[in-house]
């Protein structure tokens, strides 16, 4: 267990739908990084907050948002879904100086 | 951050050790050098990170070069569950806010009976 806990571990829905995936990070860490792999693809950095506050944003869909609240646990909203946003999403939590601590993914299967 | 150079796919015999190269030639002085791997479809493992002396623990041996353009990543002893894809990435080591990781597509790792 890294400590860095995501939900759901699977989620299947339709084009067109919103959904919403959840990060805790480990205890004390005030870093949330979302990461978007796909299907033979590599780690795509999406974006990160640090308590509560936006940091650096990578490729990320006008389609998606996050946030991160007061408790430090961050969501990470997908709209309109596409086919091509099937793929496993994962949340990370700075663990410096050994980098990060990555949760075990949501995997987003658009149908 | 530099960008990283490493082999596509590699082959390893179990106990054998495997050698895992990586290229970063654009490295710069205050960049480290970090290894991850991915088992199947499980979040990234860290794995060990060093600046320019060669770093051990126990999960394998990280040696780095004089010049600091390439780096090799040492599992001793080889084992199944050691088939991952390995990342080398090159970041500057942030005790603030921290910065990003950047993977590039790394090294498939087969081991192999």
């Known amino acids: 267990d890294s400590g860095v806990t995501q939900t759901p571990k699977h989620l299947i829905t339709a084009t067109g739908q919103r959904v919403t995936l959840r990060c805790s990070p480990r205890s004390g860490d005030l870093s949330v990084y979302w990461y978007q792999q796909s299907l033979d693809q590599g780690l795509q950095f999406l974006i990160q907050?640090?308590?509560?506050?936006?940091?650096a944003k990578g490729n990320i869909l006008e389609r998606f948002s996050a946030q991160q609240f007061p408790d430090l646990h961050s969501e990470l909203n997908l709209s309109s879904l596409e086919l091509g946003d099937s793929a496993l999403y994962f949340c990370a939590s700075s663990v410096e100086p050994y980098g990060y601590t990555f949760g075990s993914g949501t995997r987003l299967t658009v149908v | 951050d530099a960008k990283t150079t490493q082999p596509t796919s590699m082959d390893c015999a179990e106990g054998r050790a495997a050698n895992l190269p990586c290229n970063h030639s654009?490295?710069?002085?205050?960049?480290?050098v970090y290894w991850y791997r991915q088992i199947h479809s499980q979040g990234p493992q860290y794995i060990i990170h060093?600046?320019?002396n060669n770093e051990t623990n126990e999960m394998a041996s990280l040696i780095i070069t004089e010049d600091r353009k390439s780096s090799t990543l040492i599992l001793p002893h080889a084992t199944l569950r050691d088939t991952a894809v390995y990342y080398c990435?090159?970041?500057?080591?942030?005790?603030?806010?921290?910065?990003?990781?950047?993977f590039g597509t790394g090294t498939r790792l087969q081991v192999t009976l």
């Open positions: 907050y640090y308590n509560g506050e936006e940091r």
């Open positions: 990435i090159v970041r500057v080591e942030n005790t603030g806010t921290a910065s990003k990781l950047t």
């Open positions: 060093g600046l320019k």
């Open positions: 654009t490295i710069s002085g205050n960049e480290y």
